[in-house]
Structure formats: C-alpha cells, structure tokens
C-alpha cells in the first residue's frame, strides 16, 4: 500500500553517488556518510519517509544543493541494517518522482522541501500503442543483454498504468546516469516512453555493434587456436617422422630475429607475410629459397642501428691534414658540415661532388672524411654501370634476383648513417636496360631519399642520414638533373711544389714501407724528387709519381738484398736514369728564340693543364686556311674567327696585302694524334696568324689563352689554375688572360703568383701588343701604339717614343 505523502512539511534528504532511484524501484543501498546516517535515523523515527537525489558529481563528500540534481525521488524504508563496519545496509523503494524546492543543510542532517511533479495521462488508443511499443522495444532489449532476466520482462507484461510501466523498465536498462537522470526529471508519462524508447534504441544498437565485433574475435580466436592446433600435430607428426625439426627451429629464430631488426612498420609486416608463406612451403623447393633469400635481405640490412658523429672540428682538420696536403676548399666545407651538425641534429646528409683529375686524391679523400666523422665508409665505382638494375635491383619475379648495389652498400656498412662514396659518377652510361643516373636522382635528392624504394626490397627505406660523396673526372658528362643535386668541390691539379710535399712526406715513407726498407737504406732527396717528377712524370695528381717511386724502392731493396741490410743508396739523377731509364718528359723546356708564325697557348687536359705550340706557315695559294693537328670543330671555328678578324681590321696593320690575297696559311697544332678542341686557344691563333701576315716574331717567353670575337673582344675561358700552373712548369713567366678572368687569379697559389706576372687584357689589340716581339712595326697607326705602351708601361716592353715616332728599339726582361 502506498504511503501518504504530505508535501507540507520536510523530508530527509539522503545524497546518492552513481545511482538513480526511480518510483517503484526497490533497491538496496549502502549508507556510510555521517550525515546520511542521521538522516535515515531521523526518517526511520518518523513515517520512514525519505528523499533521494543523485550527485552530478560523486567525488564530493559533503554535497550542497549545486551539487544534487533538482529532481529526485522519495522512498519508503524497507529494511535497515547497521553492519559490522559502521555503514548501513538500507533498503527503499521509491513511491514518487519529486522536485527538490528547498534545501536545509544543518551541521547535523539535510532535510528537503519537496513538491509533486508527477502528471496523470487519461487513456487512448494512443497511449496503448505506445505501451506496445515500449514492450516490444524492452523485449529486443531483454534478449539481447543477458543480464537483464526474462522475468522482467514478463512482471512488466503485467503493468497496465503507463507512469509505473515506464519507470520499471527504465530501472532494468543499462544506461548512463545522465540518461537515467534525463528520465526521472520528465513528470509527463507520454513524453518518458518516447524519451525511454529513444534510449532503449540507442543501446540495442550499441549492443548489436558490440555482439558483431565478439563474434569476429571469436571467430578470429577459433581460426588461431585451430592453427595453433594443426601447427603442433604437424610438429609432432615430422618430429615422429624425424623431418622438419630444423625447419621449425629456423622459423622460429627468423621470427625472433626479425623482431630484434626493429624494421620499419611496413617492413616487419611484409617481413612475417613472407615468414607465413615459407612455413607452408615444402623446404626443399626452389620457392622457399626464394623467400627465405628475400626476408634475410631484410632482416640484415640496417633499420636503427648508427654511429655517432664526431663533432669534434680540431680532430677533424688534424685527421685530414694528416691524410692530404693542401686541398683547402675542401677540407673547408666538411668543417662546416660539422660546425653546423654541432648546433642543428636536423640536418640532412649533404651530397658532395668532388670534380677533378685522375690520381688527386678524390677517393683516399672520401675515406679520410669518413674517418674524421667517425663513420663507417663504403665505396661503389660507377665506371661503366649501363643498367639501372644496378642501382634498384631487380625484381624477384627474375631468377637470381637481388638488390640493388644501394641497398648492398647499405648492409655492408651495417648502420643507418654511413658515408656512401659513388666513384666515377661522369662515366655512367644508358642503353636499352634504362639508365642508371636517372635511377641515382631519388638516392642523391634529399627531399625524396627518406623513402627509397629498391625494386627487390619492395618497401621504403630512408637514406636520409647517409653522407653521401661523389666523384667525377669533368663536370660537364655528368647529367644536368643529377649534377643540380649535388655541391660541386673542383679539386685542381697539383703544382710542382705540392707533389715534392706530397712524395716526401707521405709517398716516399709509404713506399719505403711497403717494400721492407728502413730509412736508412735510401736517401731521396728533393732534387732527385724533382727530378722524377718532371722527367718520368706528366700528370696532374701523384699516382704516376707514386709507382715511379715504388720502383725505385724495389731496385733499392734487391740491392738491399744481395749487399746487407746495412747496405744504403742515395738517389740522384744519374741513378734514376740508370733505375728508370732514359728520361720520357721534358718539363721546363721552351723555345729558346723568338720566332715568326710559332706562338705559346694554353691548354686544360683531365691530367691537368699543358702548353700548346701553335705555329704556322705561308706557302702559294688564294688566300686560303688549312688546319691540322686534329682540332675539334670548336677549336676549327675559332681560328676561322682569328683569320677573319685579321684580314678585317688589315688596314689598321702593316701587313702586306700580297700575303693576304695571294698566300695559303697552313695552321698546325703539334701531337696530332691528341684530340684538341675548345675555344681558348682563338687568341693564340690570332697572334700567329698576325705573325705570319707581318713576318714579326712572337716573343718565347709569353703565353696566352682566351676566346676572340670577329670584333676582336677577348672572352673568359675556364681552367685558368691549371694552364697557368703549365706555364710556370715550362718556366714562362708572363701569362695573358682575358680580363674577366682577373678574379679567378684568387685560386693560383701564392708561390706560383709571386713568380709569375698576369697581363688581363679585353681586346685583341692589347694581346698582339703584349706578344709581338716589335709592336710597333705591327700598328699603322702610331697614337695606338703609343696609347698601348701608356696602357702597358713597365710590364712587358719598356722602350722609348720619341715626338717624330721612332724608337730605340725593345728591351725584353727577363723572368722575374
């Protein structure tokens, strides 16, 4: 019978946490706070009336009225038990929705003015609806949540008033408190069946989710433990057999390996893709080498493991001092590097380009780098690679595929982080198999080398933190994608005086080394050094010099030998002669005349640079020109450009006009048999032509490079450090060069600059000034010469003019 409920007076007021109580629920409660313990003694004294308000948040201990919720509901005391802890077992059951109007917090209870907000529906065809479907809704919902009992579902059956029925069923769904809350605050019956409906929905919905997904892992559960299953029957069945016991220990240790490899994710996972498909695999077929091949590839190369730089700059530079003499820029640049590795951990692995001649040092230098970074170095020659295969690997569909020699490199270096030298970048080539320097541009580019992908690997693996350094001869066979990835370092041919530095303090004590010596069997002096640099020697870095050395050592260690080994020799001229022969080069040597029609040039070669005697001479003819020397269709064009411009400024020369019209001029470039090509030479051919024209001399002691126009400009041309290097070999002291190589004296070597004078000229006029023997007798027109002497005073011809235009005639200098 349901209690009499006065709305007059105060109830207690019992707080509760995590629970929602609605009318006609029974419920067992649990009661430790002192006050709430005040509070069902004081309703217990009373009517065993009691008001129950749920917390909005259960942390608090002592609620106020911000904390409770405003609607609650009052409950009638069922049973109490005081319990051996202190706290009290109580069970209510609700009678009542009811909305808290006022709140009392004394220091000993709460007590709670409280007003009916329940509302009665009359009844309709509507509401009977209604009711059926929240019945058919609650059954979905019973079948579905197994802890909901059938038996709720059938007292509910029972329940005909539509308030009672709603509040039952909400007391059996497992729903949030704020749902359950949102339930009890809704006083209209109508308006709490379609809100419970709604609910009821919702969690049939999550509970369908929630039953697909215990199926799947159910179904993926029984599919692991069937395997696990028929994998140990199959154990079991070979170990009885007495086969595949290896195998699966071989399984079993790939597995483990690659977990320790700590691939990439992609990695790992096609890893064990292809570890699946070799246990189903007969061992002896010729597939599972296939794959056993393909995931060792990937277990061995490296994923994680690096070493750590050395950013040290000091031990940097004495590491490569110690290695190599001189080649400042370059030792600059890795010093950089390391500064800045010092103060960012971002940065990219730069890729270097060292261009220069054979036998520099290009490659010992890539070592050294390594050495003073402290990483370990590989090297790949790219001389002759014409397949792109090479770089990428083949695919595994191929019998006896393999990576490409990237990822091979990579293995053998064992760390993420290695210095990577690409040796003889300039001399790949392409055919049908595809093109291996296109294949390089993903590898050298480091905005796409994080994820290089090598057509055997068949996954991404990041390059990013490799150093890489590569290699090339000349600059311009190198093809213009790869060579705008890359940071050009130009290593020049070494000058006389390093490559004495270089044998004395590193060649010489290798070699003596080498071939069991001791110091004090030979004695090589820098004269003999010298010596067999210029006459057994020509080359632009020190390998020829190195083997020259290392057989002079051999026939001192024979005679070491047979005499003793306190037995010593001292190395001069007439033992290298009797050591090594006669002498095969002549350095040093120039013409000792001035001659008509035989002029200086400068030449750039791979093996550094070279003097190039022009000469030619006038035989019978119509004014015709013939080359020889095998000069290349530039070279053949500049000395059309040099006749031309010649025969179009005649009138402003003495030149007479029988040998212009009537005369052939043969031009020849000595070696015939060398290639020769390039346009540094025109002005060369120009003062020759001149010569020839006019029968003036061209002074011995002068050399010359630049390019001429028709308007008689002289143009810059590349490697000046190595033709001016040439000339002081031949002991010419006075070089000239076009003017806007001026700037490019910077790179000359101090030694070589103090001995030597440069003339910058920018016209054709000022170079036949400078290289006529008697340029006066060559310009008509006397203000010009007089205009070019002021020009030019005090550096190459030194005579006086006086008013009437004669002169005393040159005075030639001699070196400086």
């Known amino acids: 019978m349901r209690k009499t409920i006065d709305f007059s007076k105060n109830y207690p007021l019992l707080p509760l946490r995590d629970v929602v109580v609605f009318p006609h629920m029974v419920i067992p409660l649990f009661v430790g706070r002192e006050k709430s313990v005040k509070a069902l003694d004081n309703a217990m004294k009373g009517d065993r009336l009691i008001v129950l308000a749920t917390q909005r948040d259960a942390h608090v201990s002592v609620p106020e009225k911000e904390d409770l919720y405003e609607v609650g509901s009052i409950a009638e005391i069922l049973q109490l038990l005081k319990l051996p802890d202190g706290t009290i077992k109580v069970l209510v059951e609700g009678i009542a929705r009811v909305y808290l109007s006022e709140f009392i917090n004394t220091s000993e209870t709460i007590e709670a003015a409280i007003r009916d907000i329940e509302r009665e529906v009359e009844g309709s065809p509507d509401l009977h609806a209604l009711k059926k479907t929240l019945l058919e809704t609650f059954e979905k919902y019973v079948k579905l949540n197994k802890k909901v009992p059938k038996e709720a579902f059938t007292s509910a059956e029972s329940i005909d008033d539509l308030s009672h029925l709603s509040d039952i069923i909400s007391s059996h769904v497992d729903m949030k408190i704020a749902y359950k809350q949102a339930l009890l605050d809704i006083g209209n019956p109508e308006e709490r069946v379609h809100k419970l409906i709604e609910f009821i929905n919702g969690e049939i919905e999550v509970m369908y989710i929630e039953k697909k997904i215990q199926g799947q892992v159910r179904k993926q559960m029984e599919k692991t433990q069937k395997e696990y299953y028929l994998n140990e029957q199959m154990k079991v069945i070979k170990k009885e057999l007495g086969q595949g016991e290896g195998e699966v220990d071989e399984i079993e240790e790939l597995k483990k390996s690659i977990e320790e490899a700590k691939m990439s994710q992609e990695a790992r996972t096609k890893a064990l893709q292809e ?285 070491v030998v047979l005499n003793g080994n306190d037995y010593g020799r001292v190395i001069d001229d007439k033992i290298l002669q009797q050591y090594l022969g006669p002498i095969k080069y002549k350095y040093g040597i120039k013409e000792k005349n001035n001659e008509v029609g035989l002029a200086n040039g400068l030449a750039w070669t791979e093996v550094g640079g070279d003097i190039l005697n022009i000469e030619a001479s006038l035989i019978k003819g119509k004014g015709k020109l013939t080359l020889t020397g095998k000069l290349g269709e530039v070279m053949q064009e500049s000395a059309q ?176």
């Open 275 to 559: 570890v699946k498909r070799l246990e189903k695999m007969p061992p002896m077929s010729a597939e599972s080498a296939v794959v056993r091949n393909y995931i060792e590839w990937l277990r061995d190369i490296p994923w994680h493991k690096k070493t750590k730089d050395n950013r040290d700059i000091e031990h940097a530079m004495n590491i490569l001092n110690e290695d190599h003499y001189g080649l400042d820029d370059v030792k600059e640049r890795i010093i950089e590097y390391i500064a800045v590795r010092q103060l960012s951990k971002k940065l990219k692995g730069p890729i270097l380009c060292f261009v220069g001649p054979p036998g520099v040092g290009k490659t010992s230098l890539g070592r050294s780098v390594a050495r003073a970074l402290g990483r370990r170095f590989v090297r790949m020659s790219l001389g002759g690679v014409r397949d792109e295969a090479e770089i990428r690997g083949h695919r595994r569909t191929y019998v006896g595929a393999l990576p490409g020699r990237i990822i091979q490199l990579m293995k053998k270096a064992g760390t993420v982080n290695p210095l990577v030298l690409l040796d003889e970048v300039d001399k790949m080539s392409m055919d049908f198999r595809g093109d291996p320097s296109s294949a390089l541009l993903e590898v050298l580019d480091p905005e796409q080398n994080n994820s290089f992908v090598d057509h055997y690997m068949e996954v991404n693996y990041d390059l990013s933190q490799v150093m890489f350094i590569t290699t090339a001869n000349v600059q311009h066979k190198i093809p213009p994608p790869l060579l705008d990835r890359m940071e050009i370092i130009e290593i020049s041919s070494y000058t006389e005086p390093e490559k004495l530095n270089i044998a004395k303090n590193f060649l010489l004590a290798k070699q003596i080394e080498e071939n069991g010596l001791r110091k004090e069997n030979i004695e090589y002096s820098e004269d003999a050094i010298l010596y067999t640099i210029r006459h057994y020697t020509r080359e632009a870095g020190v390998r020829s010099l190195e083997r020259v050395i290392a057989k002079v050592c051999r026939k001192v260690a024979r005679e």
């Open 641 to 816: 450009a040099a006749l031309t411009f010649i025969k179009a400024n005649q009138q402003f020369f003495k030149i007479q006009d029988e040998n212009v019209r009537n005369r052939d001029i043969h031009l020849h470039v000595p070696e015939g048999a060398i290639p020769k090509d390039g346009p540094s030479a025109g002005i060369t051919m120009a003062v020759v032509i001149g010569s020839l024209l006019s029968g003036i001399p061209v002074r011995c002691d002068v050399a010359m490079t630049g390019e001429i126009t028709l308007r008689g400009k002289v143009l810059p041309i590349g490697g000046l450090k190595e033709k001016i290097l040439a000339a002081h070999r031949a002991d010419i002291w006075h070089v000239i060069i076009p003017q806007e190589n001026e700037k490019d004296l910077e790179k000359i070597p101090d030694h070589v600059k103090e001995q030597m004078i440069f003339h910058p000229v920018s016209t054709m006029e000022e170079v036949l000034f400078l290289s006529l023997e008697y340029p006066e007798r060559f310009f008509k027109d006397e203000n010009k010469t007089r205009i070019l002497y002021e020009r030019w005073k005090g550096t190459l011809h030194d005579w006086k003019v006086d008013i009437a235009g004669t002169d005393t005639g040159p005075t030639v200098p001699g070196p400086m």
